[in-house]
């Protein structure tokens, strides 16, 4: 078990080292490593396009953004939150968004757990069994391959930008 000072550093390690740490996270066996991977990297995201919905950037349009989540957030602020002070969009923004990939990661694990334990016994003799092995390696499949949308996600769509 992970003491809690390993999991306030693991962010500061994420964003400073971010090649050292992966390598480091994917010999992790603990389900909780990729899911702080993903919301740690999302912040970055959360963060930039929060403040920029403030300069009229939407990410409601699915041709303007990095991926559920940002559409998730956009859509909330832009139907409940627009009467909001601008720093409580912000914060909404940044809490919905980090809700969304949370759940945009649990949401997948029911459906592609099972088949890839049933795709890899079909074709493999010596496969594990346990259906936990199966769940730690999708969970990890969906976080470390949301990385480049929890990175760059945020960058708006410069053909939107201009309005072609």
């Given at each position: 078990?992970?003491?809690?000072?390993?999991?306030?550093?693991l962010?500061?390690?994420?964003?400073?080292?971010?090649?050292?740490?992966?390598?480091?996270?994917k010999?992790?066996?603990?389900?909780?490593?990729?899911?702080?991977?993903?919301?740690?990297?999302?912040?970055?995201?959360?963060?930039?396009?929060?403040?920029?919905?403030?300069?009229?950037?939407?990410?409601?349009?699915?041709?303007?953004?990095?991926?559920?989540?940002?559409?998730?957030?956009?859509?909330?602020?832009?139907?409940?939150?627009?009467?909001?002070?601008?720093?409580?969009?912000?914060?909404?923004?940044?809490?919905?968004?980090?809700?969304?990939?949370?759940?945009?990661?649990?949401?997948?694990?029911?459906?592609?757990?099972?088949?890839?334990?049933?795709?890899?016994?079909?074709?493999?003799?010596?496969?594990?069994?346990?259906?936990?092995?199966?769940?730690?390696?999708?969970?990890?499949?969906?976080?470390?391959?949301?990385?480049?949308?929890?990175?760059?996600?945020?960058i708006?769509?410069?053909?939107?930008?201009?309005?072609?």
């Amino acid at each position: 078990m992970k003491s809690i000072k390993y999991w306030l550093k693991l962010p500061v390690r994420i964003i400073l080292k971010p090649r050292t740490t992966m390598q480091e996270l994917k010999q992790n066996e603990s389900i909780k490593t990729p899911i702080m991977y993903t919301l740690t990297l999302g912040l970055i995201t959360s963060v930039l396009a929060a403040i920029l919905t403030q300069y009229g950037v939407s990410y409601v349009d699915p041709r303007n953004c990095g991926g559920s989540a940002q559409i998730l957030a956009g859509w909330v602020i832009a139907h409940y939150g627009w009467t909001w002070p601008p720093l409580n969009q912000i914060l909404g923004y940044i809490l919905l968004n980090e809700f969304g990939y949370f759940i945009l990661t649990i949401a997948f694990i029911p459906f592609i757990a099972p088949l890839a334990r049933w795709l890899t016994l079909r074709t493999t003799e010596n496969a594990p069994r346990s259906i936990q092995y199966y769940v730690l390696r999708c969970v990890q499949a969906i976080c470390y391959g949301m990385t480049p949308a929890s990175i760059f996600g945020w960058i708006p769509n410069p053909i939107s930008i201009i309005g072609l």
